[in-house]
């Protein structure tokens, strides 16, 4: 945003404009005030709140890493129509993934208000590399693949070969077109815009020629910028076309599609700053059938501008810039029934003065010299930001104001985002070419005009984490369906949960908030299941479409002479590995967490027993009987089973209550597990290794079930090998929320003698995954220099309360020669 203007005026409403708006149509005045478009912009309202849409983004302290460092993110798990904090999800998924596919990590990071932070561990055995960050929700797996967040990164192992440049076929290329308005249409001027890629993907600039059947001449055409460009053609009726391109020495030829002889053409005009105008052109058929023309136009799904009127065969419409959010606008022309008819795509670019800035008291230090960084903001309401001073400066152009604006809401790989947010001429021909080819993955108004519900087979997690799985016989490979499950912790107190699974076997768990591993067992509900079965965790079979980005194909040829020059340097690799990971330097101890919530939890035993307090009893049957009073034992076809009763106590006497259930055993928890083959516990439960049993007493009802009472023994050594549990395939070692850890740096002020001996090889200075500022507002970040004498670059990037991303950089030296 630029210095002075304030956030709020930065942004459009996202209400509908009503009352009239006096359009140059051929005479006639267009209208927004209609049912017809009250029924769409509503429509439109009802798919965001039914089908809510989320976006992440990542900041990573660098791009690129030595096998061994560590990768410092920050997470922002945002609402994708206006970039505020979602309302939905908390946790948000990043996994590390190799050039193939591979998981090498998975964090589960939980955001507040939006914001959470992670690290990962590089192992000091990873082959260099390219390398992906892919980042989602499990409410996002609803929708297309193409709504994940992905970064690539690259990782430098000085045991690894030279790193070599990405092999691809520098002989192969393809073309795709994209008549403006989606249709070529017959006996009509037609902008048609074209992409010509490599085997990479990447944009090639090309030269060559449009010819009909005749082999005549109709066009000239050269790319713009990036592969992309536009030519105009009038194709004639059944006349075909082909592109004639020059490339290494060859001449390569394309189709051109077939044109449509009824259809409306749909062109925008991006050269006026203060107006963007809409030229309808339809054909006499398509006139003859149509009462009136409807156009929409919104921003991620926010609708700026409204309107109708009679359909002609020729009428611009001029709508005020003013009226047009940052980003990429769709407009859409629908006929009187509210069906699509032609759609285009307008970037806005966002203003690119940002009203946060970074002063500091000098741009050169010393080594281990204090640092004192000032951030101010003009800004008009509060906002957030992730901070980095790094010695590697950014790869590429990407930040959170390409990715929110323009990556995000486009498929494919986005060339050079960055040069697209300026507002000149040259950016904006090539914005509006990029607008021309490549789709809109989050909006179609056919799919929200469609009655048939989506299927939304993933909850969001946003009461903690979500555990969907499958029960796997073992005998036949086949998933256990139609079946009451029941979840609960290995070695934990007595705690379930039920599902019923799903026709392919799935059943799903709502899991509060826990941290780091817990061993979750599930098994069919009044069945001992022990050793039957395999439980497989989603995370096993979740099917990814990987896509690799080569990284080389994003660097520049000097950032690769840096890594290239870099590897070399062992020293500086060794003495980093070495310290880095290991000393207090750079490490804080990651936060503990012990809580672990299930669901139905019980109250407070009305029996406890721990048995190292009484005379040793034989096994656990004498210990139900001599002292628990409130519980026995009978047969129940053949077999144990335990029941709990309620006493009273009487003067000079003790009454046994029978409740109506005493035909009904009772269940019983082993380590929080249910057991229901009580006599393989009698029989292998060895009595010295009961730590307590607790008795929970009373009819218990939970989902559709009633239990009658509760009997629950705990072990005193858990990791027992004999342990009736042990090697069972119902349970697995499940990750919930991922411990963190805090970026720390030395302080030198102080005088440690130890700590000065070590060498300080940081090339991460400082790091804060969240700084929250006030409007008009400034703080102040202290930390230390290294031993390291370089450039180091400061990147501040983060959103605004109402959704306005920004980013900010600066520069600081440290050189030997400074005090």
């Known amino acids: 945003m630029r210095k002075g203007n304030s956030a709020k005026k ?35 309202q009802e798919y965001h709140l039914k089908y809510y849409q989320e ?17 410092w993110l920050s997470t922002r798990l945002l609402d994708a129509q206006d970039h505020t904090y979602s309302k939905l999800s908390r946790v948000v998924h990043v996994k590390l993934l190799d050039d193939q596919g591979n998981e090498r990590s998975h964090k589960k ?12 561990l590089l192992e000091d055995t990873l082959s260099g590399g390219t390398y992906s960050l892919l980042a989602y929700t499990e409410w ?42 989606g249709t070529l249409i017959e006996s009509m001027t037609n902008k048609v815009g074209f992409k010509v890629i490599d085997s990479r993907g990447l944009g090639v600039d090309v030269q060559g020629y449009v010819l009909n059947d005749q082999m005549d001449t109709i066009a000239k055409i050269n790319t713009y910028k990036l592969g992309m460009g536009s030519f105009f053609l009038w194709p004639k009726k059944k006349e075909a076309y082909e592109l004639h391109l020059e490339w290494q020495g060859e001449v390569r030829r394309y189709k051109l599609p077939e044109a449509e002889k009824n259809g409306a053409n749909l062109r925008v005009n ?11 052109n339809l054909t006499k058929e398509l006139v003859k059938n149509l009462q009136k023309i409807i156009l929409i136009s919104h921003c991620r799904g926010q609708v700026s501008f409204a309107a109708e009127g009679k359909a002609v065969s020729k009428s611009t419409i001029f709508i005020p810039r003013a009226k047009m959010q940052a980003g990429i606008n769709h407009i859409t022309i629908f006929d009187q029934d509210g069906l699509p008819i032609a759609e285009r795509l307008l970037f806005i670019p966002p203003e690119v003065d940002s009203d946060l800035v970074i002063s500091q008291q000098s741009n050169i230090y010393g080594k281990r010299t204090e640092v004192e960084l000032s951030v101010s903001s003009a800004m008009t309401e509060d906002a957030n930001f992730t901070i980095s001073v790094h010695d590697r400066p950014p790869v590429g152009s990407d930040n959170i104001v390409n990715y929110l604006l323009l990556d995000s809401d486009l498929k494919g790989q986005v060339e050079e985002p960055k040069f697209y947010l300026n ?46 799985g499958k029960l796997i016989n073992r005998k036949t490979n086949l998933p256990v369906t139609d079946t009451l499950f029941m979840l609960s912790q290995l070695y934990g107190r007595a705690n379930f949960l039920f599902d019923r699974a799903k026709a392919d076997g799935e059943f799903t768990f709502h899991l509060h908030e826990f941290y780091d591993k817990k061993k979750l067992f599930v098994n069919m509900f009044g069945q001992d299941s022990l050793n039957q079965y395999q439980l497989w965790s989603s995370e096993s079979y979740d099917p990814f479409e990987f896509t690799h980005i080569p990284f080389q194909d994003r660097v520049s040829t000097p950032w690769t002479s840096y890594l290239e020059s870099k590897k070399t340097d062992d020293l500086v690799i060794d003495n980093y590995r070495l310290y880095a990971p290991s000393t207090s330097l750079n490490w804080r101890t990651p936060q503990a967490y012990e809580s672990f919530k299930v669901g139905q939890k019980l109250a407070s035993p009305e029996y406890v027993v721990k048995p190292e307090e009484y005379v040793e009893l034989n096994d656990l049957k004498e210990l139900l009987w001599e002292l628990l009073p409130s519980t026995s034992m009978r047969k129940v076809d053949g077999e144990n089973k335990i029941f709990v009763y309620k006493y009273q106590q009487l003067p000079n006497k003790i009454r046994r209550e029978i409740p ?64 009736i549990l042990n090697g069972t395939s119902n349970a697995v070692d499940y990750y919930g929320i991922s411990l963190t850890r805090e970026y720390y740096s030395p302080k030198y002020e102080m005088n440690n003698t130890y700590t000065n001996r070590i060498p300080d090889l ?8 969240s700084v929250s500022i006030k409007k008009k507002d400034s703080l102040s970040m202290v930390f230390y220099t290294s031993d390291v004498q370089k450039d180091f670059f400061v990147n501040i990037e983060g959103i605004s309360q109402s959704g306005i991303p920004f980013q900010v950089t600066s520069k600081l030296t440290v050189a030997s020669n400074q005090p």
């Not at 940081?762 to 995954?769: A, D, E, G, K, S």
């Open 270 to 280: 991006l050269d006026s700053m203060n107006d963007v105008s809409v030229a309808i």
């Open 660 to 723: 109506d259930f005493n035909d009904k055993p009772a269940t019983l928890f082993l380590n929080g597990i249910p057991i229901f083959n009580e006599e393989f516990v009698f029989n292998n439960l060895e009595y010295d290794n009961i730590e307590k049993v607790e008795v929970f007493i009373g009819q218990y009802d939970y989902s559709d079930h009633r239990f009658y009472g509760f009997v629950s023994i705990t072990t005193k050594d858990i990791f027992n090998e004999k342990s």
């Open 423 to 468: 507002d000149t001429d040259s950016a904006r021909i090539a914005a509006d070419h990029l607008m021309l080819t490549q789709g809109w993955v989050r909006f179609n108004w056919k799919q929200i005009g469609d009655s048939t519900a989506m299927n939304l087979s993933y909850s969001a997690e946003n009461q903690g984490i979500v555990f969907r």
């Open 55 to 71: 976006k992440i983004y990542i900041q990573t302290d660098t791009d690129v890493y030595f096998a061994g460092d560590v990768v």
């Open 10 to 44: 930065m942004r459009t409403s996202s209400k509908v404009i009503c009352g009239l708006f006096f359009l140059v149509c051929s005479g006639f005045i267009f209208t927004s005030n209609t049912n017809t478009v009250k029924r769409l912009i509503l429509s439109l």
């Open 762 to 769: 940081r090339h991460l200075l400082y790091w804060q995954p």
């Open 140 to 181: 996002m797996k609803n929708f297309s693949q193409d709504m994940f967040f992905s970064k690539e990164i690259f990782v430098v192992n000085e045991s690894s070969e030279k790193i070599d440049a990405v092999k691809w076929n520098d002989r192969e290329i393809d073309v795709t077109f994209f008549p403006e308005g």
């Open 109 to 120: 990071v939980l955001t507040t208000d939006g914001v959470g932070h992670a690290d990962i």
